[in-house]
């Protein structure tokens, strides 16, 4: 468990941190930051402050699709945005487009790292994750119907709001799930213990037959 902690803490800040990038960047963010962004115009509230809330928010729909969060779902709600706030203190709001191009870049490839980090960690899912599992677990809609729906609800809201939509929103829906397709075995232990468990399997030999045959 303490293992698994250490992991999932700085893996919850840093994404916190790459979300900061991509905000910089103001090229376009993913379509949750969208929402937080267009809120925040209109209430004044940090960014930062209205992904906990938000969070908070969502985690409360779980109790209808009887979702139970973790640890990892309650440290997300408390760390991401605190860690978006200390990206955007950080950070400085670049004027050239193509370094705007490449803060969004570092934002993107650190999102999928930090990903990795915490889903590996196994200690539950964030809000916005369990609440698309949780839609699919109670009323058997297909995991992608419910992540798209929710995804573009959230993104169109947001966007009549005044949050930043632009090409950065398009290339995040876009290389988001392959780039996590890379990270999150690369930094989940128990994906390669699994694979190790299914190479001996394929390389044991079968009933009845001679291993000195092969």
């Not at 698994?4 to 919850?12: F, K, V």
């Not at 930051?33 to 969502?58: E, P």
Request: charged share 10%; proline share 7%; net charge positive.
């Amino acid at each position: 468990m303490t293992f698994r902690l250490i992991r999932l803490i700085p893996g919850l800040l840093l994404y916190g941190i790459a979300d900061a990038f991509m905000i910089r960047a103001a090229i376009g963010v993913d379509s949750w930051t969208v929402f937080a962004q267009g809120v925040s115009l209109r209430t004044g509230l940090s960014i930062g402050l209205l992904t906990n809330i938000i969070g908070l928010l969502v985690l409360l729909l779980w109790i209808p699709l009887r979702q139970k969060p973790g640890m990892g779902t309650v440290l997300n709600i408390l760390l991401v945005g605190p860690g978006i706030e200390l990206g955007l203190w950080l950070l400085p709001t670049p004027e050239a487009l193509w370094l705007r191009i490449v803060f969004f870049t570092i934002g993107l490839l650190l999102l999928a790292v930090s990903s990795g980090i915490y889903i590996g960690a196994h200690l539950g899912p964030g809000p916005r994750d369990g609440l698309m599992t949780g839609i699919h677990a109670r009323y058997g809609t297909p995991i992608w119907v419910a992540r798209t729906g929710v995804e573009v609800t959230v993104l169109v809201i947001g966007w009549i709001l005044g949050g930043n939509v632009g090409v950065g929103t398009v290339a995040f829906a876009l290389l988001i799930g392959p780039l996590c397709n890379l990270t999150l075995p690369l930094f989940d232990p128990q994906h390669w213990q699994r694979r190790k468990h299914e190479s001996r399997q394929t390389s044991a030999p079968m009933l009845g037959e001679d291993p000195a045959a092969a």
